[in-house]
């Protein structure tokens, strides 16, 4: 499998600091779904260090796709 191609399954296969966001990720989850806040993501970053994973994964864990979802691009 070619580096360029691997997708992260689980939080646990992100590496460095991207793994560490899926905690504050989860924390998040935990303290406004319960009570129905809106909840909105930015996520800042140099090309290659795991955004477009994270934003997957907060997607997956609110059980929403991209039609759910507005991206915008800064470029």
């Known amino acids: ?3 360029s191609t691997y997708r ?3 939080p646990a296969d992100l590496i460095g ?3 560490k966001v899926t905690d504050l990720i ?3 989850l935990a303290n ?3 009570i129905g806040s809106p909840l909105k993501l930015l996520l800042l970053g140099r090309p290659g ?3 477009t994973e994270l934003a997957n994964y907060f997607m997956a864990r609110l ?3 991209r039609w759910h979802t ?3 691009n800064g470029t």
């Open 17 to 19: 600091p991207a793994q």
């Open 32 to 34: 406004a779904l319960p």
């Open 49 to 51: 260090i795991g955004k």
């Open 26 to 28: 989860n924390k998040l």
């Open 1 to 3: 499998m070619l580096p």
């Open 8 to 10: 992260p399954k689980t």
């Open 63 to 65: 059980c929403c796709d």
């Open 70 to 72: 507005t991206v915008l």
